[in-house]
């Protein structure tokens, strides 16, 4: 952690979360912070709940338990638009883009939220987005559907970013990469940190996550098992065996 | 068959198809963005063409009480809502929506003298009288039935048919009404004689589609509500509200019927109920596109007004039952061609 004062200011809080789906409880009890600025990992095998936390964080399931965003609590009626609207957005595991638009439409939607703006400050952001992801400028043309497994995570990022938020939720964005293209993506959401955005980063990708981060959680089977410093994280013998393949992390 | 009659129904069948377009359009546009098979179609164009005839005959369209109580009905429970979520700062802009535009609306046809107005002003108000029907039926019947199944939401569209159907009975009685021509007169073009009125309604709908086209391409607000057709889910991870799509959709479709109304009124007589077989045509433009496309639903329903008009010359009490019949080989053909996918939740 930095000095800076800024920095150590909690930004979201989540106190015992819980989801249940019927009488599974797909998350129990999860308690986690986010501090200004700070880039947090949430890491776990598969069906830990870690997509379940961030939909409850979003406001697209009902959940029991605590969100404050600013020590202003997010309760229940609080829904997704409203959380857009104070900041908080996901980068879903399905990219949810609009398959139809050209790459340019889905950045422009991604800025909705800002409307009231006026378009100069959005094509600044816009200008912003493409320096960061150039290859989305060549093709801002191209419809969404058509683009590469890489180039959708980009533009789906590309688009969050385009709403400026205060927290970017990224569910999986190695899901289904290449790994030239998940180094990549790594390197961005790396690039991404030192613009002072807090990030919330939900990975199975344990090695690559903990490299990036500050702080993570490990989520097994709906309640968090395991949190640290992410080096200490990656330090730890159980979690170099179960999630880091053996020795070698 | 002679080229004069030949151009005669040609010009008959493509003054419909337009209309049949307008309503094409507003039905795709509501479908794709509430999944809501919008029956009610029809109810608008009526409400707008009789609201229009009586605020031409000097008196004050029962349609704006039905616009002043549906906006109270709301008020209060989006006020209750509101309240109990603590959120006072919604309820200005709540009431000035659901409370002040009708009764603004009411106003003015109470303090104009409707009558004399110039028929710019007459339709302008008509369609300020009908046209907020639209998001208040949306909150009232179907914002709460969001998520239910299409099949649902299509028992709740029969309902408000029905009901607006039955109040139009009670607000407008049982006679027909027919509202003067945009302009009198017709047009000599070699063997054809272009009625002005034609010449207005496709010119009109054509303008419509265009600025519908440059909506839907060019500004944010468009691009949305294509979005939310498109992903819901997406949509709203950025911001766009289900709700506020689902009723400007309604906005805008209520808004094209009632100037459909307005648009044929003076060439045909309207009743409470004539606008359920003219929304009915226009759905038929719908399916051809597959509740899906915006320019196969509107050729399409210019298809439909064509077929209509030469059947009506060729075997004219067989008329409703060709157009109607259309939809069987489209069905057929769309459902050999394309995949069927199972309805997401």
């Known amino acids: ?249 | 068959m002679d080229l004069q009659i030949l151009l005669l129904l040609g010009q008959d069948g493509l003054t419909n198809g337009a209309i049949y377009a307008l309503l094409a359009l507003a039905l795709v546009l509501v479908f794709a963005v509430t999944r809501v098979i919008f029956i009610p179609q029809g109810e608008f164009v009526a409400y707008g063409a009789l609201t229009l005839a009586a605020l031409q005959a000097g008196k004050v369209p029962a349609t704006i009480w039905l616009a002043v109580a549906l906006g109270a009905v709301v008020f209060v429970i989006d006020a209750a809502i509101a309240l109990r979520a603590r959120a006072w700062r919604r309820l200005p802009g709540l009431a000035a929506l659901t409370l002040g535009v009708p009764l603004a609306v009411a106003a003015l046809i109470h303090g104009l003298d409707a009558a004399t107005l110039a028929l710019p002003l007459q339709i302008l108000l008509a369609l300020a009288v009908v046209a907020p029907l639209g998001p208040l039926i949306y909150r009232l019947a179907f914002q709460p039935l969001a998520s239910a199944p299409v099949l649902v939401l299509l028992i709740v569209s029969v309902a408000t048919h029905m009901t607006l159907m039955g109040l139009g009975l009670v607000f407008f009685g049982a006679e027909g009404f027919r509202t003067p021509a945009f302009s009198d007169g017709s047009l000599e073009l070699g063997p054809a004689t272009l009625q002005y009125q034609s010449l207005w309604i496709v010119g009109v709908s054509l303008v419509l589609i265009v600025a519908l086209y440059l909506f839907f391409g060019r500004t944010l607000t468009g691009k949305a509500l294509r979005a939310t057709a498109m992903n819901r889910t997406g949509a709203r991870l950025m911001g766009i509200s289900t709700t506020l799509a689902g009723k400007l959709s309604f906005f805008v479709a209520a808004l094209m019927g009632a100037f459909s109304g307005v648009l044929v009124s003076p060439v045909t007589t309207l009743y409470y109920d004539s606008g359920f077989l003219i929304g009915l045509k226009g759905f038929v433009g719908a399916i051809i596109g597959g509740l899906i496309s915006y320019p196969v639903a509107a050729l399409g329903a210019v298809l439909v007004g064509l077929l209509e008009s030469f059947s009506s010359f060729y075997a004219s009490s067989f008329k409703e039952v060709i157009v109607f019949t259309l939809i069987i080989p489209v069905l057929l053909w769309r459902s050999l061609t394309t995949r069927h996918v199972e309805e997401e939740e």
Do not use: C, W
């Open chain 1, 1 to 249: 952690m930095s000095g800076m004062e800024q920095k150590n200011k909690p930004l979201l809080e989540v106190r015992d979360l819980a989801v249940a789906y019927g009488k599974v409880e797909a998350l129990q009890g999860a308690n986690l912070t986010l501090r200004q600025g700070e880039l947090v990992t949430v890491i776990g095998p598969n069906g830990a709940g870690k997509t379940t936390l961030l939909s409850a964080l979003m406001g697209l399931l009902p959940a029991r338990g605590e969100v404050t965003l600013d020590g202003q609590p997010l309760s229940a009626d609080v829904d997704v638009e409203a959380r857009v609207g104070r900041g908080m957005i996901l980068v879903p595991e399905k990219r949810e883009l609009f398959a139809e638009m050209s790459v340019e439409d889905n950045l422009r939607l991604g800025a909705f939220s800002r409307r009231a703006e006026g378009r100069a400050a959005r094509d600044d952001t816009l200008a912003e987005v493409y320096d960061l992801f150039p290859r989305l400028k060549e093709r801002r043309g191209q419809e969404a559907g058509t683009l590469s497994g890489g180039e959708r995570q980009m533009l789906a990022m590309g688009r969050a970013l385009m709403a400026k938020p205060r927290v970017l939720m990224l569910d999986e964005p190695s899901l289904g990469l290449a790994p030239l293209i998940i180094r990549e993506i790594f390197r961005i959401v790396a690039e991404l940190k030192k613009t002072g955005v807090s990030i919330l980063l939900v990975e199975q990708n344990a090695r690559a996550a903990l490299k990036v981060a500050d702080y993570g959680y490990v989520l097994e089977t709906g309640h968090v098992a395991l949190e640290g410093p992410s080096a200490d994280l990656a330090a730890d013998e159980r979690v170099a065996a179960t999630y880091l393949g053996g020795k070698k992390g």
